[in-house]
């Protein structure tokens, strides 16, 4: 049981301090209203027992496993129904910690509990232990231990989880089968060129009097050239994987490359979408728990996952520092739909901005389901209209040397 170092106040509003063991923080000041007096200040005193305090910090530091978005969904999720059924937080922990599915969460859990008996909060325990509680997690927390609406904000913070988790599943179902189509696209042409084609042309190439013409020279060439320096186009190929990580690691080549992202067809709006509906539903949700706008966005930022649109929300802080409303700043960037600027205006003048963003969130799903639609289905014609004139080109380096040489004989 943690000794607690105090400070407080009497019933003759004298100070008085000292220590007192309880099971937690929340026993602490109970047992301290029970004795009449008011807490200023209550902190775990560590020097009553160093040996045991370092020892368990100790063996929990030992392993910083992490876990999935899911799974941490679903424990912020449980941990939000056992604080609503009336259990206290740490009850709550050790109840979920009871039923880990596994080692990982258990020794996050372990952790968590270590740190909230000593007398932490939560989000002060999440952010030291680190992944997977991330500037988004910490701050749904830090709201939570702030307004005492714990079940309520936890509530939002495993929606807003599931809705990612959700999102990203979607953004990888739409995904897989055109990178499964280029990579067919690929392998068929390399064998096609690498071994089909030069055997099938052998023999034409060895007659006289049989020129060549150039779709079959110029495949031929290709053949020839992967055959005798294949080492090194794999050497290329790594050191161009290399010096890509290299290059996109300046914040200024890695802004080059989201812009143009943003602006390619398809994938562009695509992009756009999910970041327009991941940046509504997590400020709203940010806003109505609580946290102050500069501090939402501040988190929002991190979540967009594009080096431009990240840059914009700064600018946007920037400008919301100075005084200036939110819509002003987001509709002179550029990236954000006119139908998000008039949300957020008629929410600021109405004073229901957290309101209107969380409605506005669910349109903006709708908007991403319809954008992955026709990405998904826009995207395999196009590799398919490649593969066929990749095929057409090798057909004809196949066939027009067939016709000239049937020529020749009937000649």
């Not at 941990?79 to 910690?97: F, K, M, V, Y």
């Not at 809705?163 to 690929?186: C, D, N, Q």
């Not at 209209?385 to 004809?396: E, G, K, P």
Request: glycine fraction near 8%; include cysteine.
């Amino acid at each position: 049981m943690p000794t607690f170092r105090f400070q407080a106040i009497d019933g003759r509003g004298g100070p008085t301090s000292g220590t007192l063991q309880a099971d937690d923080r929340g026993n602490a000041v109970k047992a301290l209203d029970q004795r009449g007096l008011m807490a200023v200040s209550l902190e775990v005193d560590a020097s009553a027992d160093p040996g045991a305090v370092a020892s368990r910090r100790t063996r929990l530091l030992q392993r910083r496993p992490t876990m999935s978005r899911s799974e941490t969904a679903n424990l912020v999720r449980e941990l939000a129904t056992a604080i609503e059924a009336g259990l206290p937080l740490l009850q709550s922990l050790r109840t979920a910690r009871r039923q880990a599915g596994g080692r990982r969460m258990e020794v996050i859990l372990d952790f968590l509990i270590e740190r909230i008996e000593a007398g932490q909060p939560l989000a002060k325990a999440a952010q030291e232990y680190g992944p997977p509680f991330d500037d988004l997690i910490i701050g749904m927390f830090r709201a939570a231990d702030a307004t005492g609406r714990t079940s309520e904000i936890l509530h939002q913070l495993a929606d807003l989880l599931d809705r990612s988790v959700e999102l990203r599943r979607e953004l990888t179902a739409a995904t897989v089968y055109p990178l499964i189509v280029a990579g067919l696209i690929a392998v068929s042409t390399i064998i096609l060129v690498t071994f089909l084609l030069p055997r099938l042309m052998a023999p034409i190439a060895g007659q006289t009097g049989i020129e060549l013409p150039w779709p079959t020279v110029v495949l031929l060439a290709v053949a020839g050239f992967i055959q005798s320096w294949w080492w090194a186009i794999v050497l290329g190929i790594v050191g161009a994987v290399l010096a890509w990580r290299w290059w996109i690691r300046d914040p200024e080549n890695r802004l080059r490359v989201d812009t143009i992202a943003l602006r390619m067809p398809l994938l562009g709006p695509l992009l756009r979408d999910v970041a327009v509906a991941r940046f509504t539903r997590t400020l709203g949700t940010l806003v109505s728990a609580g946290i102050p706008l500069l501090a939402s966005l501040r988190i929002v930022r991190d979540t967009l996952g594009n080096t431009a649109l990240i840059r914009a929300i700064d600018e946007v802080q920037e400008k919301v520092t100075t005084g200036q409303s939110l819509a002003d700043p987001l509709e002179r960037c550029g990236h954000f739909p006119p139908l998000l600027i008039q949300i957020v205006n008629i929410g600021e003048r109405s004073g229901r901005l957290e309101g209107m963003l969380l409605h506005a969130a669910s349109a903006f799903d709708r908007q991403v389901n319809s954008s992955l639609r026709i990405f998904s289905k826009a995207l395999p014609p196009l590799l398919l209209v490649v593969m066929a004139s990749i095929a057409a080109f090798v057909l004809a380096a196949i066939i027009l040397p067939l016709l000239e040489m049937q020529q020749m004989i009937g000649a």
